[in-house]
């Protein structure tokens, strides 16, 4: 239970602004997270972390010397938009290139890859990478599928001490796929986390037993078993991870490797050391030599109690990377080189234009838009605790607040451009920009994506018809689909989006007017969304939890399905 906390919707705001305070000696706060608050060595490679809040010390907690240079903050298990994560890296670079680094997470896949995009455009060479330790959520063959837990610290790690021994951004990026194909966690957990405002954890495990494998959002493990003794857990992790080791390990016997037994937030320290006693005589009987092991909470989920046991293979390269010294709110090791306090840096929030151009035909189309995204953001707030419960059936119970979140940042930046005289387009580009960066999360960047290709296509000065909010909706359809990678039985809201798409389009063909064509389209929606009960998830969070998804809907398609019937509303009184 997250007991203290005002507003839960500032929770992950106001966690940050104390961790600021605490911790001034190592980071500065900027927009989007925080930086080293020493001075950057220029032309060096800087490495930014980041991910959801609920994990500290991941990610803002591993900031300073030795490790990362920047860390990017979510809100509360939501990946930090691309925006934030750009933020972060415009502050920490320093002439050498930026590697991004983050857990294997649709949201966060989404959203840094977008900040690597545009970094890269304006001229600073960026790249990203996604750590996949946790061999639960997929089989070795789809290891490209895990997800990242506890491991990203060691990988964290050896990318950014090879950044600070001076390495170019390609051989930290080398090193990073090196360190996380040597790297392999797993997990047991005897109670979920319960999230800051909720009154119920986002899952339970019944009395007497434990959850095997499961991840650090709620997401339920992919077993049960009785609840061991310590020894037992400690032989369950160690024997598990001993039968899946890196290509090139043939044997356990004579290899070293850096060992942490993370707690996931109310495993405590001594209990935590009554498991690695045996993990230590369990790995030493296997003939590994443990190199600095860590035994604490590196990765935590809340109040979860749950451990996790990490192992990543060393050879010489990576043996000196991971006892490299490191100085940071969270980890320290060894003696890091004096370093001198960084110059205070301002950082102007980037405006947004102070009047737009835009014909009168077009600021009625945007009206009509700003219209639609009330209807919108009211609908969602109606269903927000339902998309949420709806998406811990697999998934991480957030889909309703992030929803929340995104709709009313775009609702809200649409009513400002719509003040400022804005067109169709400039509203609905204004409305997924702000989507995607309050949003954050997977639903965040796909629906800013969503709203700009809907906007590309009504443009500024047209007079919007049929056929062009066809286009626009298929445009939103092609552009979820490319960027997200699924396609329709995946059971995801491309399940709802395509089908919305191909119906419209073919009743504005068969000459329809709008209103009557979306009202076909939106039934069609919710049609599918309902259909969606009856897949089995191959894509998102839900994915490695797949059975237990079956017989409910997937929350982005519902979320999708309820909000193109309430845009109906606003075309209807537009006619
Ligand atoms: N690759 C994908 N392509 C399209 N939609 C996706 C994809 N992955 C997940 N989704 C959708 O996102 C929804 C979850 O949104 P959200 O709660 O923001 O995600 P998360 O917390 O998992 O990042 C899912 O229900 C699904 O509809
Ligand atoms: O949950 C996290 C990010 O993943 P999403 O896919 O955005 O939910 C976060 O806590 C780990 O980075």
Not at 230 to 242: F, G, H, M
Not at 441 to 463: H, K, N, Q
Request: hydrophobic share 40%.
């Amino acid at each position: 239970m997250t007991r203290l906390h005002n507003d839960p919707a500032a929770f992950a705001d106001e966690a940050l602004e104390g961790f600021v305070a605490a911790h001034r000696r190592w980071v500065r706060p900027v927009p989007g997270g925080v930086v080293r608050a020493t001075a950057k060595t220029p032309g060096r490679v800087a490495v930014v972390i980041g991910g959801g809040s609920g994990h500290y010390p991941a990610f803002s907690g591993l900031v300073g010397q030795g490790l990362a240079h920047g860390a990017a903050v979510g809100n509360v298990f939501a990946s930090p938009s691309a925006q934030q994560i750009r933020g972060v890296a415009k502050a920490a670079q320093a002439g050498g290139g930026v590697l991004l680094m983050y857990g294997n997470y649709a949201g966060d896949v989404l959203h840094f890859g977008q900040a690597a995009e545009r970094l890269n455009g304006e001229g600073i060479p960026t790249r990203t990478f996604a750590v996949t330790d946790d061999i639960s959520s997929a089989g070795p063959d789809e290891a490209h599928k895990r997800r990242g837990i506890a491991g990203d610290l060691p990988v964290f790690k050896a990318a950014s001490a090879a950044a600070e021994q001076g390495s170019t951004l390609d051989e930290v990026a080398r090193i990073a796929a090196h360190a996380n194909d040597r790297t392999r966690s797993f997990g047991i957990a005897f109670s979920g986390c319960t999230l800051p405002g909720a009154d119920h954890p986002l899952f339970t495990v019944p009395e007497g037993r434990m959850a095997v494998g499961l991840g650090i959002h709620g997401e339920p493990g992919i077993g049960e078993e009785p609840v061991p003794t310590a020894d037992e857990a400690a032989e369950l992790l160690v024997t598990t991870l001993l039968k899946e080791l890196p290509d090139g390990i043939g044997t356990p016997h004579g290899q070293r490797a850096a060992v942490i037994l993370n707690g996931l937030g109310s495993v405590k320290y001594e209990e935590l050391f009554v498991v690695y006693r045996r993990v230590a005589q369990l790995l030493d009987e296997a003939g590994v030599t443990a190199v600095d092991p860590e035994v604490g909470e590196l990765v935590t989920s809340f109040d979860m109690a749950g451990i996790s046991l990490t192992l990543t293979w060393l050879d010489d390269t990576l043996e000196a990377l991971w006892t490299a010294p490191a100085d940071t709110p969270a980890y320290r090791k060894g003696a890091v080189p004096e370093a001198a306090a960084a110059d205070e840096e301002s950082y102007e929030a980037e405006e947004g234009p102070e009047a737009y151009t835009a014909s009168e035909e077009s600021r009625r189309a945007a009206a009509t838009a700003l219209d639609a995204l009330r209807l919108l953001k009211e609908t969602v707030d109606t269903h927000a605790d339902e998309l949420g419960r709806i998406d811990a059936v697999a998934g991480d119970g957030d889909h309703g607040i992030g929803m929340q979140r995104g709709s009313t940042g775009a609702y809200e930046a649409a009513l400002e451009a719509c003040e400022l005289g804005a067109g169709a387009r400039s509203l609905l580009t204004a409305a997924g920009d702000a989507w995607a960066d309050k949003g954050g999360g997977t639903s965040g960047a796909l629906w800013g994506i969503v709203l700009r290709a809907l906007g590309d296509a009504l443009g500024d000065t047209e007079r919007p018809t049929p056929a062009s909010v066809a286009h626009g909706v298929l445009r939103a359809s092609d552009g979820v689909r490319r960027t997200g990678g699924a396609e329709v039985g995946d059971k995801t809201m491309v399940d709802v989006l395509v089908p919305f798409a191909e119906t419209l389009g073919q009743q504005v063909d068969a000459g329809a007017e709008l209103t009557a064509a979306w009202d076909a389209a939106a039934t069609a929606a919710e049609r599918s969304a309902r259909d969606t009960a009856h897949l089995l998830p191959k894509m998102g969070r839900a994915r490695p939890h797949a059975e237990k998804s079956l017989g409910t809907p997937d929350a982005g398609a519902h979320s999708l399905a309820l909000i193109v019937r309430a845009v109906h509303g606003a075309l209807a009184t537009c006619q």
